[in-house]
């Protein structure tokens, strides 16, 4: 199977900056994309930010221009560097690892979709 880790949240200042990180490992044929998701609370989790494994990449309108997401690809790790900080950034980060697995008693890789268990962000004002 997989399994996503994050690691790197934390507290900080409002304008200041964080870098969290994602690695997936197991029995991982490919890997399509990797995403950071976050829910803050009393609301719905939001897609942040998503990289594909061509390299395209995708933000959610609020972190455009603040967020970078970049993967390595050897590594089967993904990270979000969170710039110009804002309180409403305050909320559990989630990584998302969608690709295809293989395993000994599989004919051919199968798809996956792994989650991490979260990591917090809290923007101090």
């Known amino acids: 199977q997989v399994q996503v880790v994050e690691s790197g949240g934390g507290l900080v200042q409002a304008g200041g900056s964080l870098t969290v990180s994602c690695a997936a490992s197991?029995?991982?044929?490919?890997?399509?994309?990797m995403g950071w998701y976050r829910q803050a609370p009393g609301k719905q989790r939001e897609l942040v930010a998503r990289i594909f494994a061509h390299g395209a990449t995708y933000y959610e309108d609020s972190v455009k221009g603040r967020f970078t997401i970049s993967r390595d690809n050897l590594k089967n790790t993904v990270y979000l560097q969170m710039n110009s900080l804002k309180t409403e950034d305050t909320a559990v980060y989630y990584c998302d690892v969608d690709g295809l697995l293989t395993s000994p008693g599989l004919n051919r890789p199968r798809p996956f979709d792994s989650w991490g268990q979260g990591t917090q962000v809290t923007v101090s004002s």
């Open positions: 197991g029995s991982i044929f490919s890997i399509h994309h």
